[in-house]
C-alpha cells in the first residue's frame, strides 16, 4: 500500500474504537429485536423454531425491518449534487437506514415483518459500498448462535408485553426492556 493512502494512527485508533464499540451494541440490539420480532409474531416464531435453518433469514429481516442502527452520519468528501440538493465538501449528512430500509419503492408491504420476503437482500441494515461494516459476518454469527440456543433451550417465547418496551433510539435501536414467557 503506498504511504500517501495509509490511514493515520488517530483514524485507525478511531476506526479500531467504533469497531469495537459496534461489535457489543449493536450485536446485542439485533439479538433482543430479532427476539421481540419472533416473539410479537408466533406463527414466525414457530417456524423458525421447527426448522432453525430459517433463523438467519429471520435475523435478516429483523436487520431491515428493526435496524440495530437507524442512522449514520457520513461527512461529505467532494461537493456533489444528490437528486436537485447541491451538497459541499465538509458537510454532515444523516443517512437514515432505519427509513431506507422501509422504502416503499424497494420492499413491497415494507412495515409487515416477513421472512418470506423476495426483496429482502436489498436492505442496508450494515450499509453498502465502502461503508458496508466489516464486521457484519460476525454480527449476524453471534445472533444466530445466541438465538438458536435460546430456542433449544426453550422452544416457545411469549412476550411480557406488560413487562417489555417496543424498540426504540434514534440512534441505536433496541427495546429498552425485554421479558419473555417460556
Known amino acids: 500500500m503506498p504511504a500517501e493512502s495509509r490511514l493515520e494512527d488517530d483514524e485507525i485508533r478511531r476506526n479500531a474504537l467504533i469497531i469495537f464499540f459496534g461489535g457489543i451494541s449493536t450485536v446485542e440490539a439485533l439479538i433482543l429485536n430479532t427476539v421481540h420480532a419472533l416473539a410479537t409474531h408466533p406463527e414466525t416464531l414457530q417456524r423458525v423454531a421447527a426448522d432453525p435453518a430459517l433463523l438467519p433469514v429471520a ?30 465538501k465538509g458537510c454532515l449528512v444523516n443517512c437514515m437506514i432505519g427509513s431506507a430500509n422501509r422504502d416503499e419503492a424497494v420492499f413491497r408491504d415494507p412495515d409487515r415483518f416477513d421472512i418470506d420476503r423476495k426483496d429482502l437482500r436489498h ?14 459476518r460476525l454480527a449476524k454469527a453471534e445472533a444466530r448462535i445466541a438465538i438458536a440456543a435460546l430456542l433449544r433451550r426453550y422452544g416457545s417465547l411469549r412476550l411480557d408485553a406488560a413487562a417489555s418496551t417496543e424498540p426504540s433510539g434514534y440512534e441505536f435501536h433496541q427495546p429498552s426492556r425485554l421479558s419473555l414467557q417460556c
Open 59 to 88: 435475523i435478516e429481516e429483523t436487520i431491515r425491518w428493526r435496524s440495530p442502527v437507524q442512522a449514520v452520519t457520513r461527512y461529505v468528501t467532494r461537493d456533489t449534487e444528490l437528486l436537485g440538493i447541491a451538497l459541499q
Open 123 to 136: 436492505h442496508v441494515g450494515f450499509a453498502v459500498g465502502p461503508h458496508h461494516c466489516l464486521g457484519s
